[in-house]
């Protein structure tokens, strides 16, 4: 039985819910292994282990599982399913040996990758991190074959499922090791990270043993509907193609984790070029980096809608419907923003109590300044995914090599300013974002032809984003003074913002759906027991369909 393909909206709330459950726990995570390590400057060591991991992840897969995605949504569309599947087995087997590759690279010039991150104490994190490579190579390669079927479902599943592992076995590796130093305890805070990628791709081959024998169906079925004496794509070709989607992909993301592992290494050096010691520039850039994650979660939402954007306008590329183009770039949009706005408006006006209940410490400044870069970065993501759907790689590869090297040149001049140190980071991401999304925003109207509105796709987010936390802060504010006279710590921030989180979330969604920039038919689109949620609240809020 053939499942059915999933559509934008649908796939993007199955990975979103995948990516938030995903999200939550990593900020448990954050505060947990922060706290195991004894603090900011601990983080600050496992932050730099895991960006050298970060970066030869991204040389082992950037590109691959897009361009497996594409080939397979492409092929498929045009009934040549059996190529498809040949051009992924072929791109896993490279993922396969490259990732091996790496991991041996990973392993043996651990402590020198160390000595660059200017954190000597992480080479043996980096080096525990050494074969999550090669699992994660392998892995991606299936999560870009689901994506390519839209099914977002083993995707979702395994997102989560590595999440909570990775949770549990660092948790416990610290606690094993800690007692050994600091290098050991951020060994065991890596350990998690390998096992938690182990199990993932366990889930993805199951889920894969199912699939494969739609697959077989879908192939025999297309043997009839050949034309005669019509010539299929050969390995050779199918390499040529992986390659060519990928390349540009693989410029663009290197240079941009480069450019975060260059950030990662600048931003110590440069708190200790205005002025900060040791210890205070330590603390400063853990302070920074568990502030970016975050900032990181509305980032995975427009990951999650990129991933469900890419095969649903590649297929109506190549099936030559531009209208079809331009309807799924709006729609795209506008969940976009649906999802963006209103967590950045939350961080700008929750930071405070965010911070307290997550245990991040008191610099909510940070949060505070940086929220509405979600919105840049988000839009950003989606632009660039819109562009590789109409064969725009190398437009979206070049934004963004453009966008890293402004941030990292505004970082080394704007951290070193004693005045600015860290909030300087916070105006280099702002600058280096607009940019890009500027002259991407260019070339989807005037040289792709995509026709699109982004005021209309901002303004509903906008007016229910603003009465919500205003709503929400309003509710937050009285029941805090209150609780003040009773008690004080933890749960004087925590009890306050349930229901003052919930009036937002009502709010933000009552006057979303009278103004109309939530329609019904929106959420027809959505899984079932989503649909039923909000069925309830129209019920409640007596919104009339």
């Not at 610290?174 to 990628?197: D, E, H, K, N, Y």
């Not at 709503?471 to 504010?477: H, L, Q, R, S």
């Amino acid at each position: 039985m053939k499942k059915a393909a999933q559509s934008i909206a649908r796939g993007f709330m199955i990975l979103s819910v995948a990516n938030i459950l995903v999200k939550l726990i990593s900020l448990i995570f954050v505060p947990l292994i922060r706290s195991l390590l004894g603090g900011d400057a601990g983080y600050s060591v496992y932050s730099s282990a895991y960006s050298v991991y970060a970066f030869v992840y991204v040389i082992a897969t950037a590109g691959f599982p897009v361009a497996i995605s594409k080939l397979v949504s492409e092929l498929s569309g045009k009934s040549r399913s059996a190529e498809a599947k040949r051009a992924f087995v072929l791109a896993t087997r490279l993922l396969a040996g490259l990732g091996l590759i790496l991991t041996a690279v990973i392993m043996i010039f651990a402590k020198p990758f160390a000595g660059l991150m200017s954190n000597e104490d992480s080479w043996a994190g980096i080096m525990v991190l050494g074969p999550t490579v090669f699992i994660c190579g392998i892995l991606s390669g299936f999560r870009g074959y689901f994506q390519g079927r839209r099914n977002m479902r083993p995707t979702a599943v395994s997102q989560i499922i590595e999440q909570l592992v990775h949770v549990l076995f660092s948790a416990l590796g610290v606690l094993l090791l800690r007692r050994f130093g600091i290098v050991w305890a951020v060994a065991g805070a890596s350990i998690g990270t390998c096992v938690g990628a182990a199990a993932a791709l366990a889930i993805c081959l199951i889920e894969y043993r199912s699939d494969r024998v739609i697959f077989a169906e879908q192939i025999d079925r297309e043997k009839e509907l050949r034309e005669a004496g019509g010539k299929g794509s050969t390995d050779k070709d199918l390499i040529k193609r992986i390659f060519y989607y990928s390349l540009p992909l693989f410029i663009s993301s290197a240079v941009q984790y480069g450019g975060d592992l260059l950030d990662n290494g600048m931003i110590k050096s440069s708190l200790s070029r205005a002025g900060f010691g040791e210890l205070a520039a330590k603390t400063l850039h853990g302070q920074y980096m568990a502030m970016r994650q975050l900032i990181n979660v509305p980032g995975s939402l427009a990951t999650a809608l990129c991933v469900s954007v890419l095969p649903a306008i590649t297929l109506a590329f190549a099936s030559g419907n531009h209208r079809d183009v331009s309807k799924k770039t709006q729609s795209a949009f506008k969940m976009c923003y649906m999802a963006a706005v209103p967590i950045a408006a939350v961080y700008a006006v929750f930071s405070g109590p965010i911070y307290k209940i997550l245990g991040y410490g008191d610099n909510i400044v940070l949060l505070s300044l940086s929220s509405f870069s979600v919105v840049l970065l988000c839009t950003v993501h989606l632009q660039s995914s819109v562009l590789q759907g109409v064969n725009r790689f190398y437009t979206s590869s070049a934004f963004m090599c453009l966008c890293v090297v402004l941030k990292a040149v505004l970082n080394y001049i704007l951290i070193g300013i004693g005045s600015l140190n860290i909030y300087g980071a916070i105006i280099s991401t702002y600058v280096s974002y607009l940019i890009p999304l500027l002259l991407n925003l260019y070339v989807m109207k005037k040289k792709a032809g995509i026709r699109f509105s982004v005021i209309r796709a901002l303004a509903h987010p906008m007016a229910g984003s603003a009465a919500g936390v205003i709503a929400g802060y309003g509710v937050y504010g009285v029941l805090r003074l209150i609780l003040r006279l009773f008690m004080t710590g933890y749960f004087s921030y925590l009890i306050p913002m349930i229901p003052a989180g919930i009036v937002t979330l009502g709010v933000y969604y009552f006057v979303m759906r009278k103004l109309g920039g939530l329609t019904s038919a929106d959420l027809n689109e959505m899984p079932s027991g989503i649909r039923k949620v909000f069925a309830k609240a129209d019920r409640l809020l007596k919104i009339k369909n």
